[in-house]
T-cell receptor, first 112, second 116 residues
Framework: KQEVTQIPAALSVPEGENLVLNCSFT??????LQWFRQDPGKGLTSLLL?????REQTSGRLNASLDKSSGRSTLYIAASQPGDSATYLC???????????FGKGTSLLVTP | AAGVIQSPRHLIKEKRETATLKCYPI?????VYWYQQGPGQDPQFLIS???????DKGSIPDRFSAQQFSDYHSELNMSSLELGDSALYFC???????????????FGPGTRLTVL
């Protein structure tokens, strides 16, 4: 069974810092990888999707990378803002089924 | 743009009661997924439907069932509710067979179920 690990579990940074969230997985036979944002008690907002054949995707201040051979993905957030405070979840779907397998998330707090 | 719609948003039930959650996917999406997120937990996949047929099954209890209707909306039926069923239930939809969608899943706002 695919195991997805996110490090760190929690992170607090001052506004303006660049930061990296890490996601590792045990099975490289993935179909795609999605990064989500979740505010407390709310739904999941899709931030970026990386296909298994891609190395990275960018959207605004966000950049996600994928290295299947090492079983790792990173989410880079540039010039962090207090509005970025949320839990960030990494999720993967496999070639044998499209259901997402989630990590436990990184809780990010950006302080003014 | 249209998003995934879930109803109700909040539901309070007693133990051993039944509950029905509804999901309306994004128009033209061909696949619907149900996930359960317990307090402080990551979402866990329950079940999915592709073109109204069950396509995949995860950790869904036997007390739960689901179906997708001709208009593509889906319902999750939960019977003999237990305290441990209290959670956020998410529906997601995606377009599996599209030219550039790559099965990106879009989530609804969730239904918060509280079992007393």
């Amino acid at each position: 069974k695919q195991e997805v690990t996110q490090i760190p579990a929690a992170l607090s940074v001052p506004e303006g810092e660049n930061l990296v969230l890490n996601c590792s997985f045990t099975d490289s036979a993935i179909y795609n990888l999605q990064w989500f944002r979740q505010d407390p008690g709310k739904g999941l907002t899709s931030l970026l999707l990386i296909q298994s054949s891609q190395r990275e995707q960018t959207s605004g201040r966000l950049n996600a990378s994928l290295d299947k051979s090492s079983g790792r993905s990173t989410l880079y957030i540039a010039a962090s803002q207090p509005g970025d405070s949320a839990t960030y979840l990494c999720a993967l779907s496999s070639n044998s089924g499209y259901a997402l397998n989630f990590g436990k998330g990184t809780s990010l707090l950006v302080t003014p | 743009a249209a998003g995934v719609i879930q109803s109700p948003r909040h539901l309070i039930k007693e133990k051993r009661e039944t509950a029905t959650l509804k999901c309306y996917p994004i128009p033209r999406h061909d696949t619907v997924y149900w996930y359960q997120q317990g307090p402080g937990q990551d979402p866990q996949f329950l079940i999915s439907f592709y073109e109204k047929m069950q396509s995949d099954k995860g950790s869904i209890p036997d007390r739960f069932s689901a179906q997708q209707f001709s208009d593509y909306h889906s319902e999750l039926n939960m019977s003999s509710l237990e305290l441990g069923d209290s959670a956020l239930y998410f529906c997601a939809s995606s377009l599996v067979w599209g030219t550039s969608s790559y099965n990106e899943q879009f989530f609804g706002p969730g239904t918060r179920l509280t079992v007393l």
